[in-house]
């Protein structure tokens, strides 16, 4: 496997973030002192912990207070491996039926969550029932920096993003991070989903160059 840059933890962090931290400790003891875990030396697959999404900012406070107290409304996760970032936001109260899990590796998904198995790089399959979800996250997906460039990388993108707002309610908000900060990219991107008929802003949000940058995409009416 390729060495890859993980960013540091920073020394000062917001409280909600120290939260964050002490929960996933209690969980997850692969993350008892590393920021990342690596699930075997046979696949090289790694994993963040759900800080690290906490702190980039692909969940937030305000997801977690939100989904709390709206109960009908759904998370989608893309690519979600083992589901550390899932895992604790149940045990922050988000109902686990309101959370749909998936990954190209059905064994990697925890048996008690509704989920899927599918390559998000092809066409995706009927999700919920046709039932549409009001925030859509990519929270371990860097293959796609790592495997494209070029014009077949905006194409990758494109299409993760056509499927994902195929599956997303009106006005909310799909986010990806793991990808480094490119603001050509993603106006090339959003020119590319408004053609094709979606009214998004896609925007990046960070301005790092390593794989702590976040994309968003706004699915405006």
């Known amino acids: ?23 996933e400790q209690e969980l997850f003891p692969e ?34 207070e939100h989904f709390k107290k709206n109960t009908e409304q759904k998370i989608l996760s893309i690519g979600s491996g083992p589901a550390y970032l899932e895992r604790l936001l149940v045990s922050l109260d988000i109902p686990k039926e309101n959370i749909t899990l998936s990954d190209i590796n059905p064994q990697d998904l925890p048996d008690d969550f509704e989920k899927e198995t599918f390559n998000m790089l092809e066409k995706w399959p009927t999700l919920n029932n046709e039932e549409k979800f009001d925030l859509i996250i990519f929270p ?12 077949k990388r905006i194409q990758a993108f494109v299409h993760i993003f056509s499927e994902a707002l195929k599956n997303l309610n009106p ?26 008929g979606y009214p998004v802003i896609v925007q990046n949000i960070t301005e790092k160059q390593d794989f702590g940058s976040l994309i968003t995409v706004n699915y405006e009416t």
């Open 171 to 196: 006005d909310e908000t799909i986010r990806i991070t793991g990808n480094p900060n490119s603001t050509d990219l993603t106006k090339k991107v959003e020119k590319m989903l408004i053609k094709a």
């Open 1 to 23: 496997m390729s060495e890859i840059y993980i960013p540091p933890i920073e020394k000062e962090q917001p409280p909600y973030w120290e939260h964050i931290r002490k929960a």
């Open 140 to 151: 371990e997906n860097p293959s796609i920096n790592v495997n494209f460039s070029g014009q």
């Open 31 to 64: 993350f008892e002192t590393e920021d990342f875990c690596i699930d075997s030396p046979e696949t090289n697959n790694f994993y963040f912990a759900p800080n690290w999404h906490f702190r980039e900012g692909l969940i937030t406070e305000e997801d977690i």
